[in-house]
């Protein structure tokens, strides 16, 4: 139930197929807008495939339902039904978290999940350790669980909606990273409880050999409870295990790694106060088990690349620098974008809206941002709050990216940058905010080429 664009809906058809199960893959998409994902399987393998509905009988006859993490059980009409039946229900990470033989390090948060995933598969890649990533972050671990053994480490970045599915498992991760915490996704938790409640889940269940990391400049974050040994990451001046971030290098005191990196050995893209707290979260979450040499961390810091859509660097075209970050889906990741920047900047922002208060975001636009161009659901709210923090800012609502973008255009000069990180989601307007993140590199190619 539930192809998707991120993976693991691919993930789990191809592992069925696999083993030769009967499957019916149904989805709400269309054929045109699955087209990437369908590419990636056997669809003549299928028994059958549904699109653009979900019907009832599928969910009446069948032996096991798969559903996306993204659905919630209790208010969907076809998971019910198959509830009803005694049909049991599982998820892609429900799959592979009973079958994986390997380690796990659990990366969960609010924002910063996928760069503190990546740099932690990336410092353990580098340094020999066998290890793989998966989960929220877009590949799907599942197909290859077999090949995994008890030696190999997986590094699982995982959303609210994953752990919450999790829970039934009682999940047990050898090392659980907590990058933050922030209001989000109340459009699908019930509440602010219940989605600190299901991110705790990647903790509850840890014992004393079990490693926790968490946040301890997030005052909510720092007072959550675990079993395991805690360590911590942060500016803050505490003498017990992690990483402290200093004005100007990291001191690093855990149990397998001790010293100093100078933020001055970073690249250039990594040393800004948020990304601090991604490595500093990275470090930590290997200390206790990875003696890794200093000299190898920070060259394989200097190795490191981002994420697409992540503050990526999309082109400099007629001294305009611009920038991808359409990953930034919060409005915490959209005032760590504008903080990072070091040129007077044109944002474009705005989207889908998910019942989070953007006020404290649109108070921080007008002493980063020069102008902004607003989208999605989200604009005319949005453009409300500017002009109550700052009737001066330029600001203006469109009703597409093409349009906010050259407009955008007009506004940026020489020697400054426009930046999309929009805060918010991207459903209603794109597909995820892969789509939405090409788009705007696609718009940037075409003034390129003209």
Not at 143 to 149: A, G
Request: proline share 4%; with cysteine; charged share 20%.
């Amino acid at each position: 139930m539930g192809l998707g664009q991120f993976g693991g809906g691919v993930g789990v058809v191809r592992f069925l197929l696999e083993r030769e199960a009967q499957v019916t893959l149904t989805d709400l998409q269309t054929e045109e807008q699955l087209s990437e994902s369908l590419s990636k399987i056997d669809v003549n393998a299928l028994q059958q495939i549904v699109l653009g509905e979900h019907r009832e009988e599928d969910f009446r006859v069948a032996d096991l339902v798969v559903y996306s993490p993204g659905v919630i059980l209790a208010k969907n009409r076809f998971t019910q039904i198959a509830i009803d039946a005694g049909i049991p229900l599982t998820t892609e990470m429900n799959l592979f978290w009973e079958r994986c033989l390997a380690k796990k390090i659990v990366v969960t948060g609010t924002v910063g999940k996928s760069t503190t995933s990546t740099l932690i598969h990336h410092l353990l890649s580098s340094s020999g350790v066998p290890c793989r990533l998966g989960g929220n972050i877009g590949v799907s671990l599942l197909p290859e669980v077999d090949s995994l053994n008890s030696d190999d480490w997986v590094v699982l970045e995982l959303s609210s909606f994953q752990l919450g599915h999790l829970a039934t498992l009682k999940p047990r991760p050898e090392i659980a990273v907590v990058t933050n915490f922030h209001p989000n996704h109340l459009d699908w938790h019930d509440n602010l409880d219940d989605y600190r409640t299901a991110k705790q889940i990647a903790l509850q269940w840890q014992k004393e050999n079990d490693e926790t990391i968490l946040n301890d400049d997030d005052a909510d974050v720092c007072n959550w409870s675990s079993n395991g040994k805690r360590s911590g990451f942060g500016t803050g001046k505490s003498s017990g295990s992690g990483v402290r971030i200093l004005k100007d290098r990291f001191l690093i005191n855990t149990e397998c790694i001790r010293g100093e990196i100078a933020f001055d050995s970073l690249s250039t893209v990594l040393n800004q106060p948020h990304q601090h707290l991604n490595i500093g979260a990275a470090i930590a979450a290997l200390g206790s088990q990875f003696p890794i040499p200093i000299e190898k961390i920070i060259q394989s810091l200097q190795s490191f690349r981002f994420l697409p859509h992540r503050l990526e660097h999309v082109a400099e075209h007629e001294g305009i620098l611009f920038i991808n970050d359409s990953k930034a889906t919060t409005p915490e990741a959209t005032m760590a974008a504008l903080a990072s920047s070091t040129t007077p900047t044109v944002l474009i922002a705005g989207g889908a809206t998910k019942q989070v208060d953007l006020t404290e975001l649109c108070q921080v636009i007008p002493s980063k941002a020069k102008a902004v161009a607003l989208i999605g659901k989200t604009a005319s709210e949005m453009a409300r709050l500017l002009a109550k923090a700052d009737s001066n800012i330029i600001h203006s609502v469109h009703t597409d990216l093409r349009s906010a973008f050259h407009w955008s255009l007009n506004q940026v000069q020489p020697g400054e940058t426009l930046l999309l990180s929009p805060g918010c989601s991207s459903f209603g307007q794109f597909v995820n905010y892969e789509d939405r993140g090409n788009q705007f590199c696609k718009l940037v190619n075409e003034i390129k080429e003209t």
